[in-house]
């Protein structure tokens, strides 16, 4: 088994990632950067330089995807391919999904330094999007990659400000056909070092966590509309409350929830009102409904059930129902193999670690679907994630690194 020196990574490490996130740093010390927006670029290109900084061959793909690549002697053979996402949620933090891409230009960096060209070609991929942040589409660089996305099904897509996807796109310089396409068949594996938006490892002392399965998830847009009316004259019984109604769906909800699994979550985390004036009954809410869980037909259930009694509510309370699911991600589970060769190198270090599920969407899991893929966690603090005080301590984010080096030491060379 290889061997790495610890000194070697946790700086480089650190600095790059305090590095990557002044692009798009906030007033409170979070990261903002959205796809394709001007931060978004500015990180993209930022990070291209340091690629090709460390000696690795650099290129865009069409839908903004962003590789670094080191040759390997076998030039026939397929690509293993590592990172994560460059986009983050407004005012996230600056661990999320940053650490992967990283990981992977450091480790690229020293395996290139310390063993020479490996056999099979290695690639860092820094992917254009993850979050569905700006617009209401997830995995828009892994979903390109493996097919699952196209510009077909992004053209009436727009964001909050009434921009169209495809402009956006336009507007940084892909999609343009500039760049190669991104859809690609040489691919052999996927390796995502990710830290875990979770406290469970730091709970139970575990430097790493690898990943057994991927939760499946549903997101939802919910529009209930009413009728506005002033708020003084009009009597409780003759109302059509849109907020109300959104009210009692929004409780329906979370109770219904409670009572079907332990291990299902269900969460409200955006919602809008219109016209949004304080004296006056409103004539819409729409809010959104995210519902996670690791078995596909538990989720359908559920969200049957769930908005069965949605109809209902609506009916009694006099408003109208539409409900638009735009997300629908099943559970995915990660690759045998790839996750028994991170269990025994962790074995043969002694390196403490936990066999998980994530709770989390990640794009292992839409890799996953049309080749090997391995996801792996490292602690971070007190669980928080998508805020300004995610942390991982710096010796965290080594152990996680020098795991990473030897597994693709082991696969490529």
């Not at 660089?141 to 921009?163: A, C, F, H, P, Y």
């Not at 830290?195 to 139970?204: A, D, V």
């Not at 995915?332 to 996750?339: A, N, P």
Request: hydrophobic share 35%; charged share 25%; net charge negative.
């Amino acid at each position: 088994m290889m061997k790495t020196d610890p000194s070697v990574l946790s700086k480089p490490a650190n600095q790059m990632i305090e590095w990557l996130s002044s692009y798009g740093q906030t007033e409170r010390n979070g990261v903002t950067r959205l796809l394709y927006d001007e931060k978004w670029q500015e990180a993209q290109q930022a990070l291209k330089k340091e690629i090709e900084a460390v000696g690795l061959a650099s290129y865009f793909d069409d839908a903004g995807n962003l590789y670094g690549r080191l040759e390997g002697s076998e030039k026939a053979s397929p690509v293993i391919l590592t990172g994560s996402h460059i986009d983050t949620v407004k005012d996230g933090g600056k661990y999320d999904g940053a650490y992967g891409v990283v990981a992977g230009v450091v480790a690229l960096d020293y395996l290139s330094q310390k063993y020479g060209q490996p056999k099979q070609t290695i690639e860092v991929v820094s992917l254009c999007e993850e979050e569905g942040s700006r617009f209401p589409l997830t995995y828009w660089g892994s979903g390109t990659i493996t097919g699952l996305r196209t510009q077909e099904q992004v053209g009436k897509v727009e964001d909050n400000l009434g921009i169209p996807f495809i402009r956006a796109m336009n507007e940084a310089g892909f999609g343009l056909g500039r760049f190669r396409e991104a859809k690609r068949n040489d691919i052999n594996c996927f390796i995502e070092l990710h830290i875990e938006q979770g406290e469970i490892l730091e709970r139970e002392n575990k430097s790493i966590g690898v990943v057994s399965h991927i939760v499946g998830q549903r997101r939802y847009n919910v529009t209930v509309s009413g009728e506005s009316n002033h708020a003084g004259t009009t009597p409780m019984p003759y109302r059509k409350d849109a907020v109300h109604t959104a009210a009692v769906l929004i409780q329906a909800l979370m109770e219904q929830a409670k009572e079907t699994d332990p291990t299902l979550v269900a969460t409200v985390g955006r919602m809008e009102i219109k016209p949004n004036i304080p004296n006056v009954i409103a004539r819409q809410a729409v809010f959104s409904i995210d519902i996670r869980h690791s078995e596909e037909a538990l989720l359908e259930g559920f969200s049957v059930k769930v908005f069965e009694a949605f109809k209902q509510i609506c009916q009694k309370h006099q408003t109208e129902l539409h409900i638009e699911n735009w997300m629908n991600e099943q559970p995915v589970k990660m690759c045998e193999k790839l996750s028994a060769l991170s269990t025994a190198i962790l074995e043969k270090e002694e390196v403490p670690y936990k066999v998980m599920t994530s709770g989390a969407g990640h794009d292992s899991q839409v890799f996953g679907q049309y080749m090997p893929a391995c996801l792996l966690f490292v602690p971070s603090h007190r669980g928080i994630s998508h805020s300004p005080d995610e942390y991982t301590k710096a010796e965290d984010l080594e152990k996680g690194i020098q795991l990473l080096i030897k597994i693709l030491y082991e696969l490529a060379y």
